[in-house]
């Protein structure tokens, strides 16, 4: 079986504020995705990862496959990044769908 | 581009009662959908799965069923509601490939009273 463990579980910044989510399993994977999930409760995929590092505007993504760790990283965060960030990796015996999910961290920024 | 539909965002529904929540994809053909479900303080767990018409296979003994009767929709199904049945209920559909990616409906939060 493998623990997705993200941390931190809530995390309150203020609006300029870096900000660093990070993800942790503990069986080898072929792939991690991040996923942003507003208040209503629709869920956004931001990145798929198998290697190094993805950016997407304000939004930057690493990974470690040795270190078996994802980290989810905010610059110049802004009220309407406030979210829960998912992180989900994908390997073999991940069911189905492949993929095993992480509980989230919920994000509030503040003005 | 790819979009994905579910309906109804919200409801409420006495024990016993059937429950029928709808799933459409756009811009695709022949896709893997997904039926999920969300509790509070936990991962999404996988409930269904679909790799074609008529091709459903449970993740967890449940209530619930499921079917796709078309290729771009996919239907979470009760005959009898239980309050353990509520909670938030997404549909997805995964884009395979070397770009894997995710396409989440916007969820049905439901309450069985």
């Known amino acids: 079986k493998n623990e997705v463990e993200q941390s931190p579980q809530n995390l309150t910044a203020q609006e300029g504020e870096f900000i660093t989510i990070n993800c942790s399993y503990s069986?080898?994977?072929?792939?991690l995705h991040w996923l942003q999930q507003h208040p209503g409760g629709g869920i956004v995929s931001l990145f798929m990862l198998s290697s190094g590092k993805k950016k997407h505007g304000r939004l930057i993504a690493t990974i470690n496959i040795q270190e078996k760790h994802s980290s989810l990283h905010i610059t110049a965060s802004h009220p309407r990044d406030s979210a829960v960030y998912i992180c989900?990796?994908?390997?073999?015996?991940?069911?189905?769908?492949?993929?095993?999910f992480g509980k989230g961290t919920h994000l509030i920024i503040q003005p | 581009s790819q979009t994905i539909h579910q309906w109804p965002a919200t409801l409420v529904q006495p024990v016993g009662s059937p429950l029928s929540l709808e799933c459409t994809v756009e811009g695709t053909s022949n896709p893997n959908l997904y039926w999920y479900r969300q509790a509070a303080g936990r991962g999404l767990q996988l409930l269904f799965y679909?790799?074609?018409?008529?091709?459903i296979s449970s993740e967890v003994p449940q209530n619930l069923s499921a079917s796709r009767p078309q290729d771009r929709q996919f239907i979470l199904s009760s005959k009898k509601l239980l309050l353990s049945d509520s909670g938030f209920y997404l549909c997805?559909?995964?884009?395979?490939?070397?770009?894997?990616?995710?396409?989440f409906g916007s969820g049905t939060q439901l309450s069985v009273l």
């Open positions: 069986v080898g994977i072929s792939a």
């Open positions: 679909s790799v074609g018409i008529g091709q």
């Open positions: 997805a559909w995964k884009e395979l490939g070397v770009n894997e990616k995710l396409f």
């Open positions: 989900a990796v994908r390997w073999p015996g991940g069911g189905a769908d492949g993929l095993t």
